[in-house]
């Protein structure tokens, strides 16, 4: 194929959004296209290279071989070029942390002590984003996450243990003889709905509550503890602080219920972002290894 008949970067780019989104109506959406226009980019990128390389498929359409060929190695070539982008961007700029952090950690642990975190490292800019379970550290953004491991681990992530989960009940100090009396009023959170039938299973000697409060979120179970309003199943790490003061107690102490929270990130880290990602993640063992201590 002579220069001259090289195909067009438009044409190219046109087959490379059909290829990969399956549909002549998706591409033009994704470029902002008509559908007759990538239509007619992808016939001219066959007329280029004499080959075919979308045959119709009932109502739909279907990728030669040559056509995936061609698909696989443009992918490939774009991999490459966003790859040299991402280089070029992390050189020229330091990019921001994003931890995201499952929403009760970061109402109840989290945020209490970020700013000790800035005061040490007062040249990182940290943005932190509530969110919960799997995420796509792509598409949302996010350099670090802290969650609670009780989903599967995608083979792509690394995971760092940070500290086990335990789960107690905890009241006002004023509802302690209530709830050993048994006539106390349980507060349960919609996100953990079995909670209180795994510690009462664990715990077979002690009275069921006469009834239940359900709420949306921990951070609302434990606030709602901490005013007198019933007798909250929480995990230690978000009454932590509570205890310590003395506006929470725990009379029966916590139990471990078998699952973690950890630190997930992507196995390639944005080289930008890397000594700010070393210095949040040592901070949060630290403070992990805090919360542990009596």
């Known amino acids: 194929m002579t220069a001259a008949r090289?195909?067009?970067?438009?044409?190219?780019?046109?087959?490379?959004?059909?290829?990969?989104?399956?549909?002549?109506?998706?591409?033009?959406?994704?470029?902002?296209?008509?559908?007759?226009?990538?239509?007619?980019?992808?016939?001219?990128?066959?007329?280029?290279?004499?080959l075919v390389l979308v045959e119709p498929a009932g109502r739909g359409l279907r990728i030669t071989a040559a056509g995936q060929l061609l698909a696989s190695s443009m992918n490939?070539?774009?991999?490459?070029?966003?790859?040299?982008?991402?280089?070029?961007?992390?050189?020229?700029?330091?990019?921001?942390?994003?931890?995201s952090c499952e929403r009760s950690v970061a109402m109840r642990w989290l945020i209490p002590r970020l700013s000790a975190f800035q005061d040490r490292h007062p040249d990182i800019e940290l943005h932190l984003s509530v969110?919960?379970?799997?995420?796509?550290?792509?598409?949302?953004?996010?350099?670090?996450?802290?969650?609670?491991?009780?989903?599967?681990?995608?083979?792509?992530w690394t995971v760092t243990p940070l500290m086990p989960e335990s789960m107690g009940p905890v009241m006002a100090p004023a509802l302690l003889p209530v709830?050993?009396?048994?006539?106390?009023?349980?507060?349960?959170?919609?996100?953990?709905?079995?909670?209180?039938?795994?510690?009462?299973?664990?715990?077979?000697?002690?009275?069921?509550?006469?009834?239940?409060?359900?709420?949306?979120?921990?951070?609302?179970?434990?606030?709602?503890?901490?005013?007198?309003?019933?007798?909250?199943?929480?995990?230690?790490?978000?009454?932590?602080?509570?205890?310590?003061?003395?506006?929470?107690?725990?009379?029966?102490g916590f139990t471990p219920d078998g699952s973690a929270y950890g630190l997930i990130e992507p196995r390639s880290t944005p080289a930008g972002a890397a000594p700010a990602l070393a210095a949040l993640k040592l901070w949060l063992a630290q403070a992990a290894q805090e919360a542990g201590e009596p």
């Open 76 to 99: 490939r070539a774009l991999a490459l070029v966003n790859g040299a982008i991402d280089t070029l961007q992390d050189r020229g700029a330091k990019r921001p942390v994003v931890l």
């Open 179 to 252: 709830f050993l009396s048994g006539d106390y009023v349980a507060l349960a959170s919609r996100t953990r709905p079995q909670g209180w039938d795994d510690w009462l299973a664990q715990a077979p000697a002690h009275p069921a509550p006469r009834s239940t409060r359900w709420l949306d979120h921990h951070f609302l179970m434990v606030e709602s503890a901490a005013a007198g309003l019933g007798v909250a199943l929480s995990p230690r790490i978000l009454a932590l602080d509570d205890l310590r003061t003395g506006r929470l107690v725990a009379p029966l």
């Open 6 to 50: 090289r195909p067009s970067l438009n044409d190219l780019r046109a087959f490379e959004a059909v290829a990969r989104l399956g549909s002549m109506r998706a591409a033009a959406d994704e470029l902002s296209l008509t559908h007759g226009a990538v239509s007619r980019r992808v016939a001219k990128l066959s007329d280029d290279l004499g």
């Open 131 to 156: 969110g919960g379970g799997p995420l796509d550290f792509s598409r949302d953004q996010v350099t670090l996450a802290l969650r609670r491991l009780d989903f599967p681990v995608h083979p792509d």
